[in-house]
């Protein structure tokens, strides 16, 4: 399939994306007080040689307080940025674009990792700034029974949270990443404010829905004081959380955000309640690309997909349809993170071995003109007696 939309080049802001892949926020659990490891290195380094066209980092945290659990990265200080922009040259070498996702969990701070169970942390004398670690929120309103009251932050400690958005663009600036998304989606800090279940404030940032949209409206503001105009800028919603939030709320808040400087909404779902992400529906291949059509459609702006998009026709099939601009591979591209690279073989796109560095695509790119395959081998049946693939 010559001329792929996957594989077009696209230009948001000051910035090409030499296709239309993008590894999406995931979570290493693997820094140390907040400061990236080699493990991040590696993880954002494989994704970018694999043939990415962006690679965003997993949501790091504007304050301490906002740290989901054990190892979240951080970006509360300036000393974040030098460590961090190691990341960034690391991904800029593979000629690939490098983001990172803003966050901050809110109530749902203080956690385990999601493999002990997902519930909230027991102290642990090796926690040593357990109580600088606790969790905020809109109201004090417990995500579920089985978790913490968090402490209703003061009209004050918004503003300076807001602040500290602002701050932490700032410093992803410095460390030289290229795009920015916020973190608004999955019953996370910015997304207790969205919704009225978990926000029941009577100042400013509660009741209405302008009001409970006031937050990640000023914290936009903030960013894009910091953040350069030439730098795209995005927006991760929950587009459907089943608890009152849905599609049109959220293509009304994609266009006053698009109005103070966002490029594109990162469309998502769930998270505010412990309800699996599209109530009463199957997740399905695709489940969350009827959410990206509908913010795409209603709010002329640019969108992306993501949410079990496996297989490089059904990403392509996205962009043809004009459901999504950009295609999100999460847990497909941990299974292979040369995902752009068999996508492109698969689409029959021209030259898929030039999509990854010469240092093995040029290896992979003369076997194959020798005929020694090209998909992974452990799918092919093997060899049969005459020493051929069947
Ligand atoms: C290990 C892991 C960590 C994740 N961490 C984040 C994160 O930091 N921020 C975020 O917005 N979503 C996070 N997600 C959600 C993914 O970005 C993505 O939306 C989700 O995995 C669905 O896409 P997929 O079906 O292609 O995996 C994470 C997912 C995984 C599997």
Not at 126 to 139: F, K, L, Q, R, Y
Not at 312 to 324: S, T
């Amino acid at each position: 399939m010559p001329g792929t939309l996957l594989f077009s080049p696209m230009t948001i802001r000051g910035v090409e994306l030499k296709n239309r892949i993008v590894v999406p926020p995931m979570h290493q659990y693997s820094a140390q007080k907040g400061f990236p490891t080699d493990w991040h290195l590696m993880n954002a380094g494989k994704f970018a040689a694999g043939g990415a066209g962006l690679v965003v980092v997993e949501s790091t945290k504007v304050e301490r307080r906002g740290c989901g659990t054990i190892g979240d990265l951080g970006i509360w200080d300036d000393a974040f940025v030098e460590p961090l922009s190691r990341l960034v040259k690391f991904i800029h070498q593979q000629n690939s674009v490098a983001g990172i996702q803003l966050g901050h969990s809110g109530r749902k701070a203080r956690a385990t990792r999601p493999w002990e169970g997902d519930r909230p942390l027991q102290r642990t004398p090796d926690i040593d700034d357990w109580d600088a670690w606790s969790p905020v929120a809109p109201s004090a309103v417990a995500h579920s029974e089985k978790w913490p009251v968090p402490k209703a932050l003061e009209r004050s400690e918004v503003k300076d949270l807001v602040q500290a958005w602002g701050n932490a663009a700032r410093r992803a600036h410095e460390a030289g990443f290229d795009m920015l998304e916020l973190h608004g989606a999955h019953g996370y800090l910015v997304h207790q404010f969205l919704s009225e279940r978990s926000n029941q404030r009577t100042d400013e940032y509660g009741g209405s829905e302008s009001n409970r949209m006031r937050f990640i409206t000023e914290i936009t503001e903030a960013v894009r004081t910091h953040w350069p105009d030439h730098k795209p800028l995005f927006v991760r919603l929950s587009v459907e959380d089943n608890a009152g939030w849905g599609p049109e709320q959220s293509a009304r808040l994609a266009k006053i955000l698009k109005a103070k400087g966002v490029d594109v909404i990162d469309c998502s779902s769930g998270g505010i309640t412990e309800m699996e992400p599209i109530l009463g529906k199957e997740i399905k291949y695709s489940y969350q690309v009827p959410l990206s059509e509908y913010v795409k459609l209603n709010a002329d702006i640019m969108t992306m997909a993501v949410g079990l998009i496996i297989h490089g026709d059904q990403a392509e099939q996205i962009l043809q349809h004009k459901q999504a601009d950009l295609i999100a591979v999460g847990r497909e591209i941990l299974n292979n993170p040369n995902w752009p690279m068999d996508a492109a073989l698969k689409l029959g796109v021209e030259g898929p071995f030039r999509n990854v560095p010469p240092q093995f695509g040029y290896w992979l790119g003369t076997r194959a003109k020798r005929g020694f395959g090209t998909q992974p081998s452990t799918w092919q049946s093997g060899l049969n007696e005459a020493g051929k693939v069947e």
